[in-house]
């Protein structure tokens, strides 16, 4: 009996591989769920955000729950690159990132296949607590962008740390290429 489960051994790993692998599949399916889609006409934009996160009534395209948050913003910058907007945003005077933010290059999905250049701000370790982690991802629009009578070029997310590049990797512009 112990030579003939010896020599199956090659089905007990099959066993195990099988519940390995439809373990991963239902927590994929799980994790997919907890995610909701959010789309704003007046940024021409859509991004996915963890389903449990509520508007927060206070604040325009602001999404919280108690783990994070995210909020939507845009910039003109007509004759600026994405580079002066970054440096803009991330050495305000109210210090939203700390004294010494750090600012990533990156390329984001942003539209069908094409990749958007984006600069990721990153809080330093002195970040005011009441800023909540806040960190950010600009992005440059593939195409102007008109709120009220404003040209926006630049399209700004906030969110906290843990989940800005996440959110980020989500987001899709409406519109012409």
């Not at 030579?3 to 007990?12: D, E, H, I, N, Q």
């Not at 940024?43 to 995210?70: A, M, R, T």
């Not at 994405?82 to 050495?91: K, P, Q, R, S, T």
């Amino acid at each position: 009996m112990l030579r003939t489960v010896y020599k199956k051994w090659w089905l007990w790993v099959l066993v195990i591989a099988v519940i390995a692998l439809g373990s991963t599949g239902i927590g994929m399916l799980v994790k997919r769920a907890g995610v909701s889609t959010y789309t704003s006409k007046e940024y021409k934009v859509s991004l996915k955000y963890p389903s449990d996160w509520v508007k927060n009534p206070e604040y325009d395209e602001k999404y919280q729950g108690e783990n994070g948050f995210f909020q939507l913003s845009a910039f003109s910058g007509e004759r600026l690159s994405i580079d002066d907007v970054a440096n803009m945003d991330a050495f305000h005077q109210l210090k939203p990132y700390g004294s010494d933010p750090q600012i990533i290059e990156m390329k984001m999905q942003g539209q069908k296949e094409k990749k958007i250049e984006a600069r990721l701000i990153v809080p330093s370790a002195d970040q005011v607590e009441e800023w909540n982690h806040q960190a950010a991802i600009i992005m440059k629009y593939p195409e102007a962008v008109n709120i009220g009578d404003v040209l926006y070029n630049y399209f700004i997310l906030w969110a906290d740390i843990k989940h800005v590049e996440d959110i980020g990797q989500t987001v899709r512009f409406s519109g012409k290429p």
